[in-house]
């Protein structure tokens, strides 16, 4: 199953990383991994590992493909390594909120039926991608 977080309500702040550096016993506690139905757990709860030795990753097949990347660049972490030898990992939040969204259509000359561009201003918590915001935002549905 997919991994979530516990313990923490879908705040604007939840794309924030739960570090494992401080007290990995901590973000031990409060990442688990979906035992339930899915639909009970709220999307913004689901969680994707860092790599690292203080991690879980997923019991499917995103946990299989961290895995089998991490075995064929011959990536191993080690808990009982020195700090600077090895990646104590995170997790990352699968879904982010954008802040203060605006946008502007941006036309000119005489016909407003044209629209030459749409200027958009939002802002992103750390560790949150301008370029992704604007994929989503831009998807076109088929």
Same mark, same amino acid.
């Given at each position: 199953g997919d991994l979530y977080?516990?313990?923490?309500?879908?705040?604007?702040?939840?794309?924030?990383?739960l570090a494992t550096t401080e007290d990995e016993s901590t973000a031990? @506690?409060? +990442?688990?991994? !979906?035992?339930?139905e899915p639909? %009970? =757990?709220?999307?913004?709860? +689901?969680? &994707? $590992?860092? $790599?690292?030795?203080?991690? &879980? /990753?997923? #019991?499917?097949? =995103?946990?299989?493909? /961290?895995? #089998?990347i991490l075995k064929k660049d011959g990536i191993e972490f080690r808990k009982?390594? $020195?700090p600077e030898a090895t990646a104590k990992g995170s997790y990352r939040f699968l879904?982010?909120?954008?802040? @203060?969204?605006?946008?502007e259509i941006v036309s000119h000359g005489d016909q407003e039926t =044209?629209? #030459?561009? !749409?200027?958009? %201003?939002?802002?992103? #918590?750390?560790?949150? /991608?301008a370029t992704v915001m604007l994929r989503e935002l831009l998807k076109i549905s088929e």
């Amino acid at each position: 199953g997919d991994l979530y977080c516990e313990n923490i309500a879908s705040t604007s702040s939840n794309s924030e990383t739960l570090a494992t550096t401080e007290d990995e016993s901590t973000a031990h @506690n409060k +990442v688990s991994v !979906v035992l339930m139905e899915p639909s %009970k =757990i709220p999307f913004t709860s +689901v969680v &994707l $590992p860092l $790599p690292g030795s203080g991690v &879980l /990753y997923p #019991d499917n097949e =995103i946990g299989r493909l /961290y895995r #089998d990347i991490l075995k064929k660049d011959g990536i191993e972490f080690r808990k009982n390594a $020195p700090p600077e030898a090895t990646a104590k990992g995170s997790y990352r939040f699968l879904h982010a909120d954008a802040h @203060n969204l605006e946008w502007e259509i941006v036309s000119h000359g005489d016909q407003e039926t =044209i629209i #030459d561009a !749409v200027k958009f %201003k939002f802002e992103l #918590d750390s560790g949150c /991608y301008a370029t992704v915001m604007l994929r989503e935002l831009l998807k076109i549905s088929e």
